[in-house]
């Protein structure tokens, strides 16, 4: 769980980065799992798009996205979520919060 400072520091450097996938009406699948997972791997902080023809709730999905991929959910802003998940790699530049 973040603080309010944590989770604001995130939510900043979050705006500046783009989407990496979107999650349409086909909702979520294994690959899209996958491929989110690596991504927090590789970069700690992600950004998601849900697109307007998937009727599910954003926070409901970024509830989802955050069991799946044991990450925490930084913010939920209108069809938009950002995750994020410390890397395990060792010699990484962890993001400071």
Known sequence: ??????RSNLRSMAQT???ITQI???GISENLIISLSEALEARE???VSVL???DD???AIASELERLLNAQTVAVTGKKIVLYRRSSKKDFKHIVY
């Open 1 to 6: 769980m973040f603080t309010s400072k944590e």
């Open 17 to 19: 980065i783009q989407p």
């Open 24 to 26: 349409g009406k086909g």
């Open 45 to 47: 902080l992600i950004k």
């Open 52 to 54: 307007n023809n998937n």
């Open 57 to 59: 709730d954003p926070k």
